[in-house]
């Protein structure tokens, strides 16, 4: 009966302690997070999937300003997530991809009218060519005089893991080297092309001693994600409204964990089954899922387990490209967002 009787206790005892782990797990996580925006070309229509008229970039800026919104730079953000700090509420932060001569004309005298840093990921071998539409070296030494910082962005701009890896190797050291050479930098940041990467290509990294990583796809930086695979919100003409970046730049990240799969460039599995946890306290219920298999937006079915395992199917094989996948939770008054991108063969 003496043994019966510790068994329960010590059955008590591993429940409590189950408990009490649990809910330190959950105090510990950072729900703020850091919503991060690209822009390319400014004040350039012919080109809208990539272009932001100035006016309306003003009117983000002055968003932002006047409902005192913390704007960092990307340094600060990643060296809060190296550190596991917490993010303070309304942090946000801007980037400017291919050093287009619009953005150093056009753009860049805005954000220095309000003291908003950037940081542009620059594509070297347009810029060593002098491209008529790239900004120059002697532009962007001037940039980062007056307070603008660089990351790497390749060389060529290629779709990069179409590539063998050891020619993506020898294109990334040539951009890093080059911008060593010309700018005196060694950036430990990179952008992916057209937002598309591999696993391969993430090891490359790594091996180059490359710290972090941005995609193109939307979504929140928090504390759990990848730092080799962090979203921003693209905006263009389409997708630059400011209602839009209203709603992009109030967002809280929809925390996730354990992504399923792995493979981030689909090759042979082009219609993957995708599974996740939630780390955020909601129920199946709030979570609704889009994807862009099949060539056009559409619902995803969603079912979940107890443990807030979620699982998405998609109808239809991602096209070649990009596939995405876009989930949004309403939380109370909040909204949520969680953003994914494969490459697909």
Not at 20 to 28: D, K
Request: hydrophobic fraction near 40%.
């Amino acid at each position: 009966m003496q043994l019966y009787k510790f068994k329960i206790i010590l059955l008590y005892i591993f429940l409590i302690n189950s408990l009490l782990s649990s809910a330190l797990v959950a105090q510990s996580i950072d729900h703020n997070g850091a919503n991060v925006f690209m822009y390319h070309r400014f004040d350039e229509p012919k080109y809208p999937s990539t272009n932001i008229n100035t006016e309306v970039l003003k009117q983000h800026l002055e968003y932002l300003i006047q409902n005192e919104f913390n704007i960092v730079s990307i340094n600060e953000i990643l060296n809060k997530k190296n550190l596991k700090d917490p993010f303070l509420t309304k942090t946000t932060a801007f980037t400017v991809d291919d050093a287009f001569l619009s953005f150093f004309e056009n753009g860049w005298p805005i954000f220095k009218k309000y003291n908003i840093p950037v940081t542009l990921f620059v594509s070297t071998d347009v810029v060593e060519e002098n491209h008529w539409n790239y900004m120059s070296w002697d532009q962007l030494r001037q940039f980062i005089k007056e307070g603008g910082s660089v990351g790497l962005h390749s060389a060529s701009h290629g779709h990069l893991p179409q590539y063998d890896i050891n020619e993506i190797e020898i294109d990334l050291i040539q951009s890093i080297k080059l911008i060593e050479k010309e700018l005196g930098l060694n950036p430990k940041v990179f952008a992916y092309p057209y937002g598309e990467a591999s696993n391969e290509i993430i090891e490359l990294l790594k091996k180059l001693n490359i710290n972090y990583a941005f995609g193109q796809h939307s979504g929140i930086i928090h504390h759990q994600t990848n730092s080799y695979y962090m979203p921003r919100f693209a905006l263009n003409e389409n997708y630059g409204k400011l209602d839009r970046f209203i709603f992009s730049a109030k967002a809280k990240p929809l925390i996730i964990n354990n992504f399923y799969p792995s493979e981030i460039f689909l090759r042979k599995n082009k219609q993957p089954k995708i599974q996740f946890d939630v780390l955020s306290d909601i129920g199946e219920n709030q979570i609704n899922c889009y994807d862009n298999s099949g060539g056009s937006w559409k619902d995803t079915k969603i079912t979940a387990d107890n443990e807030m395992r979620i699982t998405l199917e998609l109808n239809d094989p991602f096209l070649s490209g990009r596939g995405r996948v876009n989930c949004t939770a309403k939380n109370n008054s909040e909204w949520l967002w969680f953003g994914y991108q494969f490459t697909v063969e």
